[in-house]
């Protein structure tokens, strides 16, 4: 038979069972400690390591820390330094901003005074452009007859003696082109333009000319160009070959010429150099 517990009794029970309680709740608390330290334990190389790596971090940067520190002083002494230049560079401004308007004005002048001899010589601009341009076409032709007078100043003693019965220096100058042709043709008719009036006598004459270069130069190959502006006519000759027939000096001349009505003429020429030391046009055997 269960009997009723006494107050006294409950108490006491109510007091063990707490006691019980409390005592398995700090087992448990100590049993988590244990299992947190031994938690810890595990972590604490891997945290050492961790822990060495940023001290290992920590001094360099330390140490730039401390040459930043040094760097400082020497910096704030540029800054006051510059601080001091900056009331001076401001007064140079002011000058300058001061010297400004004269120096404005100053140019505006310069450029109206230009201004004004532009206008004065620009009346005169067209006429100085046509001068220049009537010189830029005559000068090729001035340039040729410089170039043929002193070709031809080797020959003129040679021809002088020749050419004495003739009477004059503008004969001796003028006997290589001449002569050519006196064999019974002209230089028209030797490269097939005879009988031709825009072939003209200005034409046969720079024609004569060049050949005379050629024959003087003596060099096989060489070749010079001629044109006249007038009749809108040009050409190039040709020293082919130099050789002897019949006890006379001879020469091959490639002829190619070209008229301003589209006609072209290329023909080779044989010359051959007289008795009397000019050169004609070889007759045909």
Do not use: H
């Given at each position: 038979?269960?009997?009723?517990?006494?107050?006294?009794?409950?108490?006491?029970?109510?007091?063990?069972?707490?006691?019980?309680?409390?005592?398995?709740?700090?087992?448990i608390a100590l049993l988590a400690i244990v299992w947190q330290v031994r938690s810890l334990q595990r972590?604490?190389?891997?945290?050492?390591?961790?822990?060495?790596?940023?001290?290992q971090?920590?001094?360099?940067?330390?140490?730039?820390?401390?040459?930043?520190?040094?760097?400082?002083?020497?910096?704030?002494?540029?800054?006051?330094?510059?601080?001091?230049?900056v009331p001076s560079v401001v007064a140079e401004v002011a000058a300058v901003r001061q010297a400004l308007p004269p120096l404005v004005e100053q140019s505006a002048a310069a450029v109206n005074n230009a201004s004004g001899a532009v206008r004065a010589v620009e009346p005169h601009i067209p006429g100085v452009l046509t001068e220049v341009k009537k010189t830029r076409e005559a000068l090729p032709g001035m340039l040729d007859r410089a170039d043929?007078?002193?070709?031809?100043a080797s020959t003129i003693g040679k021809e002088a003696g020749k050419d004495a019965a003739e009477g004059a220096i503008t004969g001796i100058i003028t006997a290589p082109f001449k002569i050519i042709?006196?064999?019974?043709?002209?230089?028209?008719?030797?490269?097939?333009?005879?009988?031709?009036t825009d072939f003209t006598a200005d034409d046969q004459r720079l024609l004569g000319d060049v050949t005379t270069e050629l024959i003087q130069a003596g060099?096989?190959?060489?070749r010079r160009?001629?044109?006249?502006?007038?009749?809108?006519?040009?050409?190039?000759?040709?020293?082919?070959?130099?050789?002897?027939?019949?006890g006379q000096p001879c020469v091959t001349m490639r002829y190619h010429v070209e008229l301003k009505s589209g006609t072209v003429q290329d023909r080779d020429v044989d010359l051959c150099q007289q008795p009397d030391g000019a050169w004609a046009v070889a007759t045909q055997e």
């Open positions: 038979m269960w009997r009723q517990l006494t107050p006294s009794e409950q108490a006491r029970l109510l007091g063990s069972a707490m006691v019980g309680g409390g005592v398995l709740a700090l087992a972590q604490l190389p891997e945290l050492v390591m961790r822990l060495d790596g940023t001290l971090k920590v001094g360099p940067a330390l140490r730039d820390v401390d040459a930043i520190r040094k760097l400082i002083p020497p910096i704030l002494a540029e800054v006051k330094a510059t601080r001091e230049l043929k007078l002193v070709a031809r042709g006196k064999a019974g043709k002209g230089m028209a008719d030797a490269i097939g333009l005879g009988g031709r060099k096989v190959g060489g160009i001629w044109t006249n502006k007038k009749s809108g006519n040009r050409g190039d000759a040709t020293l082919l070959a130099m050789a002897e027939r019949n």
